[in-house]
């Protein structure tokens, strides 16, 4: 392992979690390569980052010199192979076991056994995602919080194979660039998705009992000092990522009642109705 002087950072899937972490990689000072399977959204990410960085500008935050060089340090490649160069690796795709360990099997053979490979999974577990690598004591979870910028907390999670010494660097590379990680264990939803469950889950439940509807229970649970209520935080989160965590941690619990998914998660995701992402979710985005 190369200890903090990790120099090459990549991320894989430029979607909400990507473009949050290439933003910060990059305003670290890093170069950094990014690959998304998929053209539009790769030209999508450079567009919104270019657009947040110029806005900083605007208001003083970042002089014309840094926007520019910022620019400059983000390289989008269009295959895994471009990535094989790269020395620590960030994947962010959509929350799917199958889709993340083929991935993992990939970047296994197509980078050098010292580069080390992180999932930024909300609630997957990081061994079952690591477990076709000939390597795994080079992957770790980096479960990082929407938004990058805004919230500093990162779940650095130990997998079954992950050496204590790839954490504690981890974690210290972390802090050089202003976040607060902390070190848990690869069990479902680690800390911050299993408490959430429940916030999101009886939510659901209280507006189906006729309790309150979904703008109430928003407001109220604002009112109680909440920064965001259940509802409107599934749009920004993405309704498909957040079902997607309920589902995995259930099945991790083995179908425990206590973390069953709700049938509208999955309603809403067949409709498309994704959040804010797709312009409509639990409330409509202009
Ligand atoms: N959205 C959140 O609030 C949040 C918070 C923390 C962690 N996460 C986790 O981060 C990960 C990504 O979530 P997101 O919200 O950014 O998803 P997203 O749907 O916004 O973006 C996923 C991106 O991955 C790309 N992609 C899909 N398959 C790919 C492949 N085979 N190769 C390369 N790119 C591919 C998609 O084109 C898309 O751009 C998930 O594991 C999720 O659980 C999400």
Redesign the pocket.
Known sequence: MTGQTWKSPAV???????RGIMDMLITAGYQVKA????KK?RISAREWLEERWWKLAEKGKKTLFEVESMQERLMLVDSLQGLSDCDFIIE????DLL?KRN?FHQLDSLTSAETVLAT???SLSVTSISSKCKHPERVIGL????PVWRLPLVEVVESAHTPLELVQQAMSWLQTMGKEPIHVLDTPGFIVNRVARPFHLEAYRIVGEGLADKNQVDRILRSAGFPMGPFELQDL??ID?NY??SHSVYEGFHYDPRFRPHPEQRALVESGKLGR?SGKGHYIYE
């Open positions: 894989i899937g430029t979607g909400t979690m990507g690959f998304d399977n998929c959204n962010a795709v959509p929350e889709l991935i930024n999974t909300s479960h990082f919080f929407n989160i993405g990522i997607s965590a992402k």
